[in-house]
């Protein structure tokens, strides 16, 4: 094992999936981190992240709270099954380290309230895996809307469709939701495109299922309707036994312009008749290897280290508010009624 670089900020990995090999990579590939230890399942797992990535660093196996009192760890990053998040987050917030925290941030609502709380009172910088505020057509659309190019927004959409599949993620004690397992992202992309400090009113949804698949114990189909405090209507779709290639919607109207997937319209350009294209890679694809965990990444350590004075685009706290439309839309699907903003 190499000697830590005393200069560099360490890491704590906790979890042995997929996307926990992409935050070691990217926090790798940071020249101000490295991973200075791995907590997962098993030491199999473990060994295939020293030989995939080449690199070898401390390591347990199920021993997460131990590993927390190290006193070279400065960043938790939380990359375990969906139920786990929110305690191992306390956890780590408590032990005064910076927390980066795969979605979902909680199952449920008072899971939320108390990693909230517990954030505020460490004072620790966390932030959330919503990697689609980096992929460079969304950045490329958010630009635009920031310069104008759409007007006043008053009209968002966007859905997230893929035909998910593995034991946990169908078990509603172990994943939580379809909105939680994934369409979250795209509750998060509209109130980033809206504003995020935009407030919302009331939420209304429609849920079915399971029809395709019958191992979901949830319901793997919503539909949601929010209306905004300044009358802005948004739409999200999350559909986790979509028969289909995965897909990721996304619309915009505004009173200059609109975009439509990667075309974009504004009468603001001269001479404007037809929509233009918007360059750069999109979220196009369901494989965590296609997502930009690298830039995410740096975005977060930019703010550990302070070189970003304002908190991430995809902070905790401000995905507590995307968490509170989740669990508003889950409480309008099973009563049929619309829930007002206001979850205590």
């Known amino acids: 094992m190499t000697q830590p670089n005393a200069k560099k900020l360490g890491v704590l990995v906790r979890g042995a999936g997929w996307v926990a090999g992409e935050h070691i990579h990217?926090?790798?590939?940071?020249?101000?981190?490295?991973?200075?230890?791995?907590?997962?399942?098993?030491?199999?797992?473990i060994e295939g992240y020293f030989k995939k990535f080449n690199f070898r660093c401390g390591a347990s196996v199920e021993r997460y709270e131990e590993a927390l009192?190290?006193?070279?760890?400065?960043?938790?990053?939380?990359?375990?099954?969906?139920?786990?998040?929110?305690?191992?987050?306390?956890?780590?917030?408590?032990?005064?380290?910076?927390?980066?925290?795969?979605?979902?941030?909680?199952?449920?609502?008072?899971?939320?309230?108390?990693?909230?709380a517990a954030l505020k009172k460490s004072g620790v910088k966390s932030a959330m895996g919503f990697v689609c505020h980096y992929y460079p057509r969304i950045v490329s659309i958010k630009a635009q809307l920031e310069q104008g190019a759409l007007g006043?927004?008053?009209?968002?959409?966007?859905?997230?469709?893929?035909?998910?599949?593995?034991?946990?993620?169908?078990?509603?004690?172990?994943?939580?939701?379809?909105?939680?397992?994934?369409?979250?992202?795209?509750?998060?992309?509209?109130?980033?495109?809206?504003?995020?400090?935009?407030?919302v009113k009331e939420v209304f949804a429609f849920a079915n299922g399971p029809v395709r698949r019958k191992d979901f114990e949830y319901d793997p189909n919503i539909f949601v309707s929010f209306k905004y405090a300044d009358g802005t209507i948004a739409q999200v779709g999350s559909s986790l036994e979509a028969n289909m290639p995965y897909a990721f919607d996304?619309?915009?109207?505004?009173?200059?312009?609109?975009?439509?997937?990667?075309?974009?319209y504004s009468?603001?350009?001269?001479?404007?008749?037809?929509?233009l294209t918007i360059p750069g890679v999109g979220p196009d694809s369901g494989d965590v290897a296609h997502h930009p965990f690298d830039k995410?990444?740096?975005?977060?350590?930019?703010?550990?280290?302070?070189?970003?004075?304002?908190?991430?685009?995809?902070?905790?706290?401000?995905a507590v508010k995307t968490h509170e439309i989740i669990f508003a839309a889950e409480e309008s699907a099973r009563t049929g009624k619309p829930v007002r903003l206001s979850l205590k």
């Open 26 to 45: 990217a926090f790798q590939k940071n020249p101000h981190t490295e991973v200075r230890h791995i907590d997962a399942r098993s030491e199999a797992k």
């Open 69 to 116: 009192e190290r006193d070279d760890i400065d960043i938790v990053s939380i990359c375990t099954i969906n139920y786990q998040h929110a305690q191992e987050a306390i956890l780590a917030a408590k032990a005064g380290k910076h927390v980066f925290i795969e979605k979902p941030a909680a199952l449920n609502l008072k899971e939320l309230r108390a990693l909230e």
């Open 152 to 199: 006043k927004l008053f009209y968002a959409q966007a859905a997230y469709l893929h035909e998910v599949k593995g034991a946990w993620k169908a078990q509603k004690a172990t994943s939580g939701s379809s909105l939680l397992m994934g369409g979250c992202h795209a509750i998060d992309l509209v109130r980033w495109f809206v504003g995020n400090d935009k407030p």
């Open 250 to 264: 996304i619309n915009l109207m505004g009173t200059r312009g609109s975009v439509r997937g990667p075309l974009l």
């Open 267 to 275: 009468e603001n350009f001269p001479g404007a008749k037809a929509f």
């Open 296 to 318: 995410m990444i740096d975005d977060f350590v930019a703010w550990v280290r302070g070189e970003r004075k304002k908190p991430c685009e995809n902070s905790t706290l401000d």
